[in-house]
């Protein structure tokens, strides 16, 4: 299904289904025993955002340090090897549903409403902002604890009431510490309204720096070998261009011939320089003109080459990355590498990489205007808050990080 169909069935099907559910859960919440309770099986709920996997990865870490709980997560299956990277969720925690059509959609659902039934899933984080479906989901997987985010007077997507623990989304703090609130919820010793009434520290929600093995770097410089076969590790640099965005969000994207007009001036600048363009095998074609765009041999078409769980070694042999405000963004934020993400219709101070990341926003009056009260649906098909951001603003800053590299 494409991204409007799943707003539209999301909507229509989703809005009845959320206000009929919650008379019924409320009331077989009364049944359910949780006074001196604390949560032990928490399921955790993402299933649209790749990148969401590593943001909401300090929230799993409280999770298990200060509950002490197993946690276990749901996702769309092609999302999962984001949530590989980390590997902070065993396999068998995690349940993964596919999106191709309503027919499997329905399916994998009935199948996750048994998984966590058979896990003895007793607490569900629901932590979208944008679906009812996973409103559905949590309401109906039997957990007794329900924590995620309510709107109360704000505007927002009506889900329902099926929440044990409302979260009040607060739009003016990053989302990693919005994921950190809803942990906070839980850790509360008695009932609030609206929850979490804490205090949470940028420390809270630093990511673990991954380093990758001998044998994990040689494989990625033999397949960039296999694609320039002049690439010499000790003489060359290596900088990636990552120019593509998510289907959820295309007006994420600068324009492609502002990447081609930026590689071609940072191949000028060092004849050791290697770019290689990334991005999934679907956007090899793309990523393939590009380089033929740029009339250099030294841009190298990557997208494919390498499966998601390769690219932080990827990001340790590389020296920068210049990329669209999407997944790889906080991919390499669980690396050291200098990182570069253009943003418009979304805002780096609720969304941005919480690693080694520059974020280059233009700001105007009308950014961002994707949030949590319009399912991230913009009417925008002119985004000039990606085409205020020159040529010359992105070349300076990573002139300045080659010279420093």
């Not at 990693?176 to 009932?191: C, Q």
Request: glycine content about 4%; overall charge positive.
């Amino acid at each position: 299904m494409n991204i409007d169909t799943m707003r539209a069935v999301d909507k229509w099907a989703g809005i009845p289904l959320t206000f009929f559910l919650t008379l019924p859960v409320k009331l077989f919440s009364r049944f359910k025993k949780t006074q001196g309770k604390k949560p032990q099986r928490v399921l955790f709920i993402e299933l649209s955002e790749m990148g969401s996997t590593i943001l909401v990865n300090p929230a799993l870490e409280k999770t298990k340090t200060q509950l002490g709980a197993e946690v276990f997560f749901v996702i769309f299956r092609k999302n999962k090897p984001s949530l590989d990277l980390l590997q902070t969720i065993p396999n068998t925690n995690i349940y993964t549903i596919r999106e191709h059509n309503i027919a499997v959609l329905a399916l994998d659902t009935l199948g996750f409403l048994l998984w966590a039934r058979s896990k003895r899933i007793d607490t569900v984080v629901d932590l979208e902002l944008f679906s009812r479906f996973t409103a559905l989901l949590t309401g109906l997987c039997g957990a007794a604890f329900r924590v995620g985010f309510h709107s109360f007077h704000n505007e927002g997507l009506y889900r329902g009431d099926l929440l044990t623990h409302k979260v009040a989304y607060n739009p003016h703090v990053h989302i990693a510490k919005n994921f950190i609130a809803l942990v906070n919820a839980l850790l509360a010793p008695s009932k609030e309204l609206p929850f979490s009434k804490t205090y949470i520290d940028d420390k809270e929600i630093e990511l673990p720096v991954l380093t990758s093995s001998e044998a994990e770097i040689a494989s990625i410089r033999a397949l960039i070998k296999k694609r320039y076969s002049a690439y010499d590790s000790k003489v060359h640099k290596i900088v990636l261009i990552n120019p593509n965005a998510s289907e959820l969000l295309p007006q994420r994207r600068w324009m492609p011939e502002r990447y081609v007009e930026l590689i071609q001036r940072i191949l000028k600048t060092d004849e050791s320089i290697i770019v290689l363009i990334t991005g999934a095998p679907s956007e090899a074609k793309e990523a393939d003109e590009m380089c033929a765009r740029t009339g250099k041999e030294q841009c190298v078409n990557f997208a494919g080459a390498t499966p998601l769980q390769q690219l932080p070694a990827l990001y340790n042999v590389a020296t920068l990355m210049v990329t669209n405000d999407s997944g790889p963004g906080h991919f390499s934020s669980i690396t050291a590498l200098p990182t570069f993400v253009l943003f418009g219709p979304e805002t780096p101070a609720l969304y941005g990489s919480l690693g080694n990341s520059t974020p280059i926003y233009a700001g105007l009056a009308c950014s961002p205007c994707v949030s949590a009260s319009n399912h991230r649906k913009t009417p925008c098909q002119d985004n000039k808050c990606l085409q205020a951001i020159s040529v010359d603003q992105v070349f300076s800053l990573v002139k300045e990080q080659l010279q420093q590299g």
